[in-house]
């Protein structure tokens, strides 16, 4: 836990606040004399994001933080929560999981590891604790070779001190809780298969990031950076340093909130996208749509982002499990998982917390398809390599009847058929279309000018842009002229929007290509 702060003597300790706030400028020298006027000696830290800080300080001292001529915006650091809800469903005494999404075809082509260039694929877990040493996990565990557990060091430079075995963002070295949560989560992404003891995950051989401690959207966002950081050095340094990182879980977040209001949480989704990394999140353990009561990180609406929810060892989504035709994209089975648990145990573990690495170690086992040509674009072009895996999982999806019309795709993720699609004529890879829609900003937007840019194969004078509301009524319609293509973007004014979301389209000779906007006026 982090550190709560003691200013002065009193018969029950001060309530403490933790809170997000922005300076006007990089300099800190405002917050930092604050600081030693008040005595505060605890919680005070730098985000990776603009000039945004984190703070913890008693309850009484906020109206004075506030009152800080440095400060430009203030809002409270929500604490978020584990979705490890077990509802009242028979255990199953078996993986009906794996079955049910076809893994056992899907293993018949490839059971994880290596890409055909020779990157150790790498799956990065955000969550409450592991237990290191499960001897279903312990083949699997990601390890920075560079680096000296303990000894205080940054050994490898990376900024960070300690990060052998992953790393804790509350305690800043790789020391993690023994949780359930974490541990179970991790074995359905890579509990070690064929290894004639305990369960096989949906990645026989794969590497494990651990990623700790965030007990709050500070934490997350840390945590999201230690990744990108990772990433990072590894493109940058040729594999040498860093890990070769292509997705993320965290089966986590805030009920009945949204992403309007953290925005620097959903803003790091598409920074990770940028360098080919896909974010895989769970819906709530809750029987609403968050398009109505709210969800995070679930109702942010970055394109790299899968939102998964449960559904059970009949192919029916959970009675208990969120859903939402516009935030939640696709199912998986949570319920009837049986997985690793900690005291090196196995136990169920259903939920949608279950739902989701079922979808994140999917994600990671495609980039060990045996087709050479599957990851020709990965230095170059990341994040179209991201899209295309993302896209193979939604395409190759089945059909639910009970995902109709409450999800994105209204599908199940079927591992089998997407292995099998990587290893097709041209790899999975779609027909590139003559136009796409490269980046919408701001999305969330209010009452500023929103700039839609866009790539295209030729010349599409002719094209349209569409936009519709959430009930499909259009409401906007811009035709694409020779100017408009040369300049590559259009620009609506997003004070005339009221509040809510809306679908962008964009066609021309058959083709579309649609985003989500949502304004926020």
């Not at 004529?425 to 701001?442: D, F, M, W, Y």
Request: hydrophobic share 40%; proline share 5%.
């Amino acid at each position: 836990m982090l550190s709560s702060l003691s200013v002065y003597q009193a018969s029950e300790p001060a309530p403490i606040d933790r809170w997000l706030i922005q300076l006007a400028s990089d300099d800190s020298a405002c917050l930092d004399n604050w600081w030693s006027a008040h005595r505060a000696e605890g919680y005070k830290k730098r985000l990776p994001l603009g000039n945004w800080w984190v703070v913890e300080v008693p309850g009484h001292l906020k109206n004075s933080l506030e009152a800080l001529p440095c400060l430009m915006d203030i809002q409270p650091d929500t604490k978020i929560e584990w979705r490890d809800r077990v509802p009242n469903d028979p255990t199953y005494i078996s993986q009906s999981d794996m079955n049910l999404i076809r893994m056992p075809a899907a293993w018949g082509i490839s059971t994880g590891g290596l890409t055909t260039r020779g990157d150790t694929i790498v799956v990065a877990i955000i969550d409450d604790g592991f237990q290191t040493d499960h001897p279903d996990l312990v083949e699997n565990i990601w390890l920075n070779h560079h680096e000296i557990s303990g000894d205080g060091i940054d050994n490898d430079m990376n900024g960070y001190v300690d990060d052998r075995m992953g790393y804790n963002v509350s305690t800043e070295n790789d020391s993690h809780p023994v949780k359930t949560h974490g541990t179970s989560v991790s074995g359905v992404i890579g509990a070690v298969g064929n290894n004639g003891k305990g369960v096989a995950g949906v990645n026989w051989d794969i590497k494990l990031m651990w990623i700790s401690g965030a007990g709050f959207e500070s934490d997350v966002i840390m945590a999201y950076q230690y990744i990108l950081d990772m990433r990072n050095l590894y493109d940058q340094t040729g594999g040498e340093k860093g890990a070769f990182i292509v997705v993320t879980n965290l089966s986590g977040g805030i009920n009945n909130a949204w992403a309007k209001d953290h925005p620097l949480w959903c803003e790091m989704y598409d920074k990770l996208g940028a360098r080919g990394i896909l974010s895989v999140t769970a819906a709530p353990n809750n029987p609403i749509s968050v398009d109505v009561d709210g969800d995070m990180p679930t109702t942010c609406t970055s394109p790299y982002m899968i939102a998964v929810t449960n559904v059970d060892g009949s192919d029916v989504l959970v009675a208990n499990a969120g859903f939402g035709e516009k935030s939640i994209d696709i199912g998986a089975q949570g319920h009837g998982t049986i997985t690793t648990a900690t005291f090196s145990e196995y136990k169920p573990f259903p939920g949608t917390s279950a739902a989701a690495p079922h979808v994140a170690g999917a994600v990671a086992l495609l980039y060990s398809t045996p087709c050479t040509e599957f990851l020709d674009d990965l230095i170059t072009d990341p994040d179209m390599i991201a899209e295309r895996v993302r896209d193979i999982i939604y395409n190759t999806a089945a059909d639910n009847n009970s995902l109709e019309e409450i999800t994105v795709t209204g599908k199940r993720i079927d591992v089998g058929d997407a292995m099998l699609a990587t290893t097709s004529e041209n790899c999975g890879a779609p027909i590139i279309p003559k136009i796409r829609v490269v980046s919408i900003v701001p999305n969330p937007a209010q009452d500023q000018m929103v700039r839609i840019s866009f790539e295209a194969e030729g010349v599409i004078s002719g094209a349209i842009f569409e936009l519709f509301a959430a009930n499909g009524v259009k409401v906007l319609e811009v035709g694409v002229d020779e100017t408009i293509q040369d300049q590559g973007y259009v620009e609506i004014r997003g004070i005339d929007l009221p509040a809510g979301v809306y679908f962008l389209t964009l066609r021309f000779e058959g083709e579309k290509d649609t985003h989500k906007l949502v304004i926020l006026n």
